[in-house]
Each structure stands twice: as C-alpha cells, then as structure tokens.
C-alpha cells in the first residue's frame, strides 16, 4: 500500500441496504476526514477523526458512521442508503490535522437507486 | 453563514496566465488552501497561505489578503496538463476546511 486507498471504487446499492466504505492509510497519518463531492458543491465534511480512539461530526453527518479503532483505518457507514446519497466519497488523511495539508484517497462513487 | 466563492469555469490559452479568485466570509481564518483536481481524480495540495502576500512555487503563485478575503490562484506558462478544476478552501475557527465549489479550468491550444 502507498498512501490512501479507499475500497470499492464504484458501487450501486439499493435504497435501505447498509454498506461500508473502506479507508486505509500507511502515511501514520493521526487525522483523518471524509468528504462527499457533489456536481456544482464543494467537498462537504461528512465525519472526521484527530487521532485513533476518537471520531467528530462535519458538516453534512446525518446518516452517516465512522470508527477509528486504529492509526491506519477510517471506515465510513451508511446504515440504511438513501438515494440522496448518491455522490462521490473521498477519503483523506492528514499527519497532525489543522494546517497540515490533507492526501486523498482515489475516491468511491456510489449510487443509491 | 460560511461562503466561498469561485468563478465555475475559465478559458485560457496554452502558454497564457491565468488567474483565479477565491473570495470567502468564514467563521475565523486559519488559512487558504488551492487544491487542483482533475476530472475523475482525486484533489492535490497545490498551496497554502496564512499570512497576506504572495508565495511563488514555480509556475504556480498564491496570493491572499486577509482584510479583504481574497486570495487568487496565478498560473503562468500555461500547458494542456493544466486543465482541471481548481478548489479554494479556507481553514475556519475549528480548523475544519470548507470548500468552494471549484473553478472549472479549460486550456485551449
């Protein structure tokens, strides 16, 4: 592994069916974000963690799920699929947070039908 | 609320500069980031500023004004390779980024 990757690369899902997103990092990066990107909208924090053992709400967090049990994964869950949650998730990372700059993962579409 | 505004898209020549805008209202600054991302790609760090003026990396300089919030993104020597979207992103009071929309950037021979 180098850098971010992120797992599936596309995927379509019912509406009401769970799924999880994979993140993983082999940066020893502390921070870590999920984003989704809309046409037209910037990215919009969805959930973000500082440091393992601790996760924090964004912008947009409304069925949404994260754990951060260890330094290197960072996974993403939607417990029951909507379809307005049709967009393009990217992962990233970032050493200390803040300033740092932050590394994407390659990014997961996903579709809600 | 928190704003950031970016023009949706521009054209330019190869060999041209071109520069693009970013103008913000956010609760606290801690920064302004310029990511590129090319279509279907994921968003680089291209820059970061904290302090007012202009940081010259190469073909690529930002500029920020704090009192005014604004910073510009110039791009000289212009290659096809450019062409990409061009993410503004400021750094607010709880050190989370929000992001504009991002500049559409079109390079033409």
């Known amino acids: 592994i180098a850098g971010i990757t992120q797992a599936p690369t596309s995927q379509i899902l019912a509406a009401g069916r769970r799924m999880t997103l994979r993140c993983t990092q082999d940066m020893r990066h502390n921070a870590m974000y999920w984003y989704r990107q809309d046409l037209g909208l910037g990215l919009r924090l969805i959930h973000y963690?500082?440091?393992?053992?601790?996760?924090g709400k964004g912008e947009v967090p409304d069925g949404y799920s994260v754990s951060r049990a260890n330094t290197d994964d960072f996974p993403l869950t939607l417990a029951s699929a909507v379809p307005s949650q049709t967009s393009v998730y990217f992962c990233?990372?970032?050493?200390?947070?803040?300033?740092?700059?932050?590394?994407f993962g390659p990014g997961t579409r996903l579709t809600v039908l | 609320g928190q704003n950031i505004d970016q023009p949706t898209e521009m054209t330019a020549t190869e060999g041209a500069i071109v520069q693009i805008n970013c103008t913000y209202q956010?609760?606290?600054?801690?920064?302004l980031f310029w990511y590129q991302q090319h279509a279907g790609e994921a968003p680089t760090f291209l820059s970061y500023n904290v302090l007012d003026g202009l940081e010259e990396k190469g073909r690529f300089s930002s500029f920020l004004s704090r009192s005014k919030g604004y910073s510009y993104l110039l791009l000289k020597e212009l290659q096809m390779k450019d062409s990409a979207s061009y993410l503004c992103?400021?750094?607010?009071?709880?050190?989370?980024?929000?992001w504009g929309a991002g500049t559409k950037l079109i390079i033409k021979p």
């Open positions: 990233a990372s970032s050493e200390r947070g803040g300033q740092d700059e932050q590394f």
């Open positions: 963690s500082n440091t393992a053992g601790t996760t």
């Open positions: 992103a400021v750094l607010d009071s709880n050190y989370q980024l929000i």
């Open positions: 956010t609760s606290g600054f801690n920064g």
